[in-house]
């Protein structure tokens, strides 16, 4: 990896990896390593999906990860599903006392973002703000002036 950014010129502090639950647990311990080396190079790692699989407290310790994703599933029932609405409060408050970024998947309506906000949650992806697209739509837009994900401010 080390080799791929010089060759690149790509800041590692520009690069964010994402990774699943689910594929890390598949070798928690060789998971742990390779994340930290990512680490010290400079990288970036968000821990996606976060609460939907394994969800325990010391893959955060150990993983070394930067930002937490909150899966759809809990964002979708956000003001209607108490439950959904308390583990989202919950993982940010979690996230921030350990000095990690939130990131929610999925809004889909101003309510959630306005919840979202409220929550202190840093950052949002989802329909609310663009739609899938295909590769030249993508290009295209990004030549232009893209729609933002930050929660703050908008």
């Known amino acids: 990896m080390a080799g791929a ?11 964010q990896l994402e990774i699943t639950e689910g594929v890390a647990m598949e070798d928690a311990g060789a998971t742990a ?16 999906d976060f609460g939907t699989g394994y969800s ?16 759809r599933s ?10 959904d609405t308390a583990i989202v409060g919950a993982v940010v408050a979690l996230a921030k006392s350990l000095d990690l970024s939130v ?20 950052l949002g992806q989802g329909f609310y703000f663009f739609r899938p697209l295909e590769g030249d739509a993508t290009s ?6 893209p729609p933002g994900d930050a929660l703050r401010g908008s």
């Open 56 to 71: 325990s407290l010391n893959y955060l310790k150990n993983f070394s990860v930067d930002k937490l994703k909150i899966d």
């Open 74 to 83: 809990f964002v979708e029932g956000l003001g209607s599903d108490l439950e």
């Open 103 to 122: 990131t929610a998947e999925g809004i889909k309506t101003a309510g959630q973002l306005d919840r979202l906000r409220a929550l202190g949650c840093d």
């Open 5 to 15: 950014l010089r060759q690149s010129g790509l800041d590692p502090r520009s690069l």
């Open 33 to 48: 390593a390779k994340l930290k080396e990512l680490k010290n190079l400079g990288v970036r790692v968000a821990l996606d």
């Open 140 to 145: 295209a837009l990004l030549r232009g002036s």
